[in-house]
C-alpha cells in the first residue's frame, strides 16, 4: 500500500527517521513518506504551507 509513491519520498523519510528524536515505526515509514510527498509537491507548486495546511497533509497521509 504504497500509493505509487517515488521511493525519492522514502528516501527522505527515512533520511527524517535517522535524524529525529524519537523512532519512527516501520508502519510509519509509507505515511511519512506521502506527507513528504505531498509537503514537496505543494512547495515546487509555491503553494503556501501554514500550519492548517500541515495538519490537512497529515491527516492525509
Not at 527522505?12 to 519512527?24: G, K, S
Not at 516501520?26 to 506527507?35: D, N
Request: some cysteine.
Amino acid at each position: 500500500m504504497n500509493h505509487d509513491i517515488p521511493l525519492k519520498y522514502f528516501d527522505i523519510a527515512d533520511e527524517y527517521a535517522t535524524e529525529c528524536a524519537e523512532p519512527v515505526a516501520e508502519a510509519e515509514r509509507t505515511p511519512l513518506a506521502h506527507y513528504f510527498q505531498l509537503l514537496l509537491t505543494r512547495l515546487m507548486n509555491n503553494e503556501e504551507i501554514s500550519e492548517e495546511a500541515q495538519h490537512e497533509m497529515a491527516a492525509e497521509a
